[in-house]
Nanobody
Framework: QVQLVESGGGLVQAGGSLRLSCAASGRTFSVYGMGWFRQAPGKEREFVAAITWSGGSTSYADSVKGRFTISRDNAKNMVYLQMNMLKPEDTAVYYC????????????WGQGTQVTVSS
């Protein structure tokens, strides 16, 4: 089992920045990659960004490219999402997730943290 706990959400004005953190514990040695997802009210959960645990390869949704940066600190078992130039449409609950192989779905999920961007 891998446990994930997000933090860092809050209320910010459009154009502002926030950094989300995700603390991983448990069988972290089994983790292949980590991802951030978000779900806005009335919408389906969507992919935001991902990073491999070992090599640090990253990928992003088109909607956040150039504004968000995902990073990890293996020594601390932490993953971060730096969000800049935030827009009202970025308002959502943000979830951290982990998967154990590159071909499997994300198996472990955090409880989510609310990000609200005011216009």
């Amino acid at each position: 089992q891998v446990q994930l706990v997000e933090s860092g959400g809050g209320l910010v004005q459009a154009g502002g920045s926030l950094r989300l953190s995700c603390a991983a514990s448990g069988r972290t040695f089994s983790v292949y990659g980590m991802g951030w997802f978000r779900q806005a009210p009335g919408k389906e959960r969507e992919f935001v960004a991902a990073i491999t645990w070992s090599g640090g390869s990253t990928s992003y949704a088109d909607s956040v490219k150039g504004r968000f940066t995902i990073s990890r600190d293996n020594a601390k078992n932490m993953v971060y999402l730096q969000m800049n130039m935030l827009k009202p449409e970025d308002t959502a609950v943000y979830y951290c997730a982990a998967r154990t192989t590159p071909s499997t779905m994300y198996r472990y999920w955090g409880q989510g943290t609310q990000v609200t961007v005011s216009s």
